[in-house]
Structures are given as C-alpha cells and as structure tokens.
DNA sequence: GAGTCCCTATGCGTGTGCTCGTGGTCGAAG
DNA sequence: CTTCGACCACGAGCACACGCATAGGGACTC
C-alpha cells in the first residue's frame, strides 16, 4: 500500500513516514504543498496524508484539487490545535479523516488502517481468500489456522494481492504499490518475491491461490 | 434514477428499499425471481440489485438473462457468507459488484453511488457479445460460462476485436493495434492467430462470431 | 560472528510467438 | 459450368523470452 505524506516539519514527517514503513507500507514524503499536489495526481496513491498549514499551497488547496480531479484516494488531514474549525471544511471539501496535532503515533496507524479498509473492496477488516486469512490489524497471517510468519516485504506484497483478489496485477502495478519505486526494468524482485510467498502459502497444499498470468503479472484466487 | 430490487426475504427487502427511498431513488421491489427478470426486461432501470438465492430462478440466472439480451444496466448481486466462491461466478456473468450479507446499509448504499455514477461515466468494464464475455480486468475470457484460457496474444487480438464489434478490420488495422508495428506485407501472423482464436471460440459451436471478410478482413458479429 | 532480510544474478525448462509450406476455398471471368 | 488465380486455413516445427528456482552478497541487528 503505497501512501504520500505532505507535510512541511521534516522532524514530524520523518517520524510518520517511519512509522508507516515498519508497517510495510511504501511512502512518499514531501515537504512543498505544490510538489506534493503534483506528486499526489501523478502517481496511483492508496492514501494520502496532508498537513493543513504548508508553505507555498495549504493542504486545503491540494484536497480540492485532487477532488476535481475525481481522484476518490481516501484523503487524511492533519490540524494543529487551533484549526479546529478547519476540519468542517475539510470534511466537506472530500477529506475522509482528520487528526489534531500533537497526535499519538499509534492512533495515526489505526486510522490509516481503518481509511484503507473502508476503500478496499471487502468490507470487513479482515481479508480473507479462501482458508488463507490476513488481519491488517495485527498483521497476522493464516493459512487453515496455521500461522505463518512472514517478512516485511513479504507481507506487503500479500497485502497487496489480497485487497485486489480475483484482479490480474501488473509487476508495474505491484512495483508502484509495494516498492515505492518506479518499474526498473532489469529486476526480478517481484518474481522472487511471489517465489517466497509461495513457499510459506501455497507449497504443499493442493489449492494454489497464487497464480501466474503468464506476460501480464500474478493473480490471487481461489480458483 | 430507478432501481431494482429483488429480494426473496420481506424483511431485507423492504429494508433496502426504504433506505434507498430515503435517499430519493424509485425503487421496485420484487420477491420472485422469474418475476424479477421480467420487470428487469420491461422497464429501463438505472440499476439493479439482487439476491443469489431466490425460488424459481436463481438471481446468477437473472443477471445472465438480462446480459443475454445485451441489457448493460450496472447489477449488484447480494451473497450470503457461504456462497464466496460465487462471487466471481457471478463477476464473470456480467455483474458489476457484489455484496456479502449480512451488510451495513450504508455500504450498500455508497456502492449503489459508485455503480451509479460509474454508469454515467465511464464504459462498463466488461465486453460481451452474444454468449462471449471478456473481463479486462481480470483478463478472463468465457463463453457459454465456460472458461477459456488465452494467450497473451490471443488475449490481446480477442480484446481488439470485441472493442470493434460489427466492423471489419483489416490486417493493418489489426497489425497496428495489437502487434503495435507497421504491416509486413511477408508475414501471416494474423491469420494464424484469427485461427488459434476460432480453434478456442467458435470450434464445436453452432454460433460462430468470427467471420473472414475475403479481401478486406475479419469481423466479430453474433449474426 | 550468527542470524535475518532484501535484493541481484544466473541457469534452466517450458510455453509462446512466429515462420513456412501445403492444401483448400472462394469468386470472377471465360 | 468450368477454370484459374488470389486468398485463406491450418498443421508442423523452431527459437527464444518469460518466469521459476536457487545461490550468494550486502546491510543491518543482536
């Protein structure tokens, strides 16, 4: 799950963007309202978490004009103390949460979790394919009851498949979201990668959920 | 916008369509199935909801009658916990979302927003001509409900001709789009593939969709 | 130093894309 | 109706790129 984080105290949007990413998640940060406006319509985010008070464009400005760019990324915006009267506006101008600095770090966690459930296309919390369970909540994985433990990027990657079940997924596609990086070429990570997974999720069991589209990408199903 | 309902159980029934009067839709609401198909055959609905599980015919019955008759109204099929799998059954036939009961309704009703405002916009997604139905999204090809497995090339040729229904295309049309090259006058690459398509298509069936146009081309058309 | 984790690099098998050549079919002209 | 040439169908077979597996190096932690 890729995310972009606009805000301008390096200290504060250092601290975020960490904290994201020891939850596996891809992050972009950027300190410039303007730059991230253009970050946010260029690239295919699955959040995007924006600082109201910026120099050069307010966060305000970027929701907007995401929203007229029928872009429906669910948009979080972080408020200081004072700007109270802020978050109406923001809300009605198509933010989907709001946070008042100073903020626990593990309530902006939750509800990046919990905006990230609500645009995927599950509606509960739990994501489940089959016998194969993943909690994003406590990052637990199952398969049959059996826990399997995987790494960071491994369970990125299954997140990934997971909330796009059934969807043929590009390697560009994963890359963008998983790596936050753009399409290299001359790289088989994501091949290796689905190689792992395999192992610890589909090796030895009669039922493969993981499956090769052979010159498109990889798909989960339980067909 | 007028909508659709066919639910078997009175209590949810009702209960979705108070909820979607509240929010000022016209709503139909139907208890039998085969009664349902028929109001779905008379009236131009904006969109249509339905349960799988109905006496007398089945809501999968439903949605593959009314693609049938090349009715492209945006369905939302409703499953119970136990009938995942049919899911993408159901996705296959020509359905645009599903959802799992039991449901919030304010789920349901924000996914009847997005079939909504999808339908005004964008195209449906899904290609079908006659029996044959072709997913971009999940790349899957079936006719008749049978599944066919294609190459990347086939895949890519199929698709090409189904976004061009009742047009001939020429070789150099079908050289530009979907070998993306200029046409080499030397090579029947085309003709092997238009082949290879109507071994896995048309072979064995009555209906045949591809048509050779001698001297010009080929054709996808159901007559 | 041992143990992870992330990523790169390489070799191998197989399915896919494509060419070639022959035989078949269609349609116009005689 | 017959003939002939252009056009198309299709099986056989080859080369190679794609994806899989696995080994190993670099970075980091304990």
């Known amino acids: 799950m890729r995310v972009l984080v606009v805000e301008d105290e390096t200290k504060v949007g250092c601290f975020i963007k960490r904290a994201l990413e020891e939850e596996s998640y891809a992050v972009d940060l950027c300190e410039d309202g303007a730059k991230g406006l253009e970050m946010a319509l260029a690239t295919n985010y699955d959040l995007i978490v924006v600082d109201l008070m910026l120099p050069s464009m307010s966060g305000m400005e970027i929701l907007k004009a995401i929203r007229r760019e029928r872009i429906q990324t669910p948009v979080m915006i972080l408020t200081a103390q004072s700007q109270v009267d802020q978050r109406v506006k923001g809300l009605d101008a198509g933010a989907d949460d709001y946070l008042t600095k ?82 290299d070429t001359f790289t088989n990570v994501i091949d290796v990668y689905v190689n792992y997974l395999r192992n610890k999720i589909d090796r030895g069991r009669s039922k493969k959920l993981i499956h090769t589209i052979r010159g498109s990408g990889y798909m989960l199903k339980a067909d």
């Open 102 to 183: 100073p903020f626990a770090i593990d309530e902006l966690l939750a509800r990046v979790r919990a905006l990230l459930r609500r645009g995927a296309t599950e509606s509960p919390g739990i994501l489940q394919i089959d016998d194969l369970v993943l909690n994003p909540a406590t990052r637990e994985v199952t398969r049959g009851g059996q826990r399997i433990e995987l790494t960071l990027k491994e369970y990125a990657l299954l997140e990934y498949l997971m909330r796009h079940t059934g969807r043929v997924l590009t390697r560009p596609m994963i890359s963008e979201h998983v790596w936050n990086q753009d399409f």
